[in-house]
């Protein structure tokens, strides 16, 4: 019944193509516009303070990733973020290098007291969040396992009220009674920088027009994780991977996702 339903979200995400603004980090740009538009998303990349509101006037959904921050654009995340709320629209954090440096562990402490409507993260990063630093962030991969930060996890959601996603080899997300596990992907994708970006977008994107954040985030990762399960099969290397998942994300079709779906609901 499960997989259904989230079949039912990616087809109503290419009919109704919500507007995503994204703060996000310049490396991953291109790769973020590109994934929300594959999977019938549109993107807005807009960083100038001044514009925030506007913007945010305009956008169903926000995303801020602190991936190359600056105080610049720090200025315009806060902008945004406490714009999103002021006019009851989903924002979603995705916390990279959360624990790396004190600046960005003061930037992250900054943004969770706005209240973000989801977190995505690595395993690392959720951790960190949640000051359990008993693992060490390497840059912006994870040095832990996703179900290492189960409960940091939930200590996050039951203080932030906000949905919670922890990538990893198993995607795992937690919503306060619900805890659904994903167990699609492909190793090869570590090997592109930005998928946890992409991952973070498509998320934003689905809260538009899912209710549940949950099933929002599931819907996300599924289709996702699928579609790099699959572009996996016919690539030679990271670079026509990235290619092929874009073509995947574009192409992905009921058939396809029905049968390579690998979910487990935890509880919920």
Avoid at 8 to 23: A, C, D, G, W, Y
Avoid at 27 to 49: C, D, F, R, W
Avoid at 144 to 152: K, L, T, V
Wanted: glycine fraction near 6%; aromatic fraction near 4%; include cysteine.
């Amino acid at each position: 019944m499960m997989k259904e339903t989230l079949w039912n979200n990616i087809t109503q995400l290419r009919e109704k193509s919500p507007l995503v603004h994204n703060i996000t980090n310049y490396v991953v740009m291109n790769n973020t516009a590109n994934a929300l538009l594959a999977a019938g998303a549109s993107p807005i990349m807009a960083h100038a303070p001044n514009e925030m509101e506007a913007m945010m006037n305009i956008c169903q959904v926000l995303v801020v990733n602190i991936g190359t921050l600056d105080d610049y654009w720090v200025t315009s995340m806060k902008k945004a973020a406490q714009q999103a709320n002021q006019l009851n629209k989903p924002w979603v954090l995705d916390p990279v290098g959360a624990g790396a440096t004190p600046y960005r562990d003061e930037v992250l402490s900054d943004l969770l007291s706005l209240h973000p409507t989801i977190i995505r993260g690595n395993a690392s990063e959720i951790m960190a969040l949640a000051k359990h630093n008993i693992t060490s962030t390497k840059g912006v991969d994870s040095s832990a396992e996703s179900n290492e930060a189960i409960a940091a996890a939930h200590i996050l959601d039951e203080k932030y009220q906000a949905c919670i996603c922890i990538s990893g080899a198993t995607d795992i997300i937690i919503s306060r009674d619900k805890e659904i596990h994903l167990l699609n992907g492909n190793e090869l994708m570590t090997k592109i920088t930005g998928m946890g970006c992409s991952a973070t977008a498509l998320v934003a994107a689905f809260s538009v027009i899912v209710d549940d954040r949950a099933e929002a985030v599931t819907s996300a990762m599924a289709m996702l994780g699928v579609a790099g399960e699959i572009a996996a099969q016919e690539s030679k290397g990271p670079g026509s991977l990235q290619v092929n998942i874009l073509d995947k994300l574009y192409s992905l079709t009921e058939k396809e996702f029905m049968s390579t779906l690998k979910l487990e609901v935890k509880r919920g």
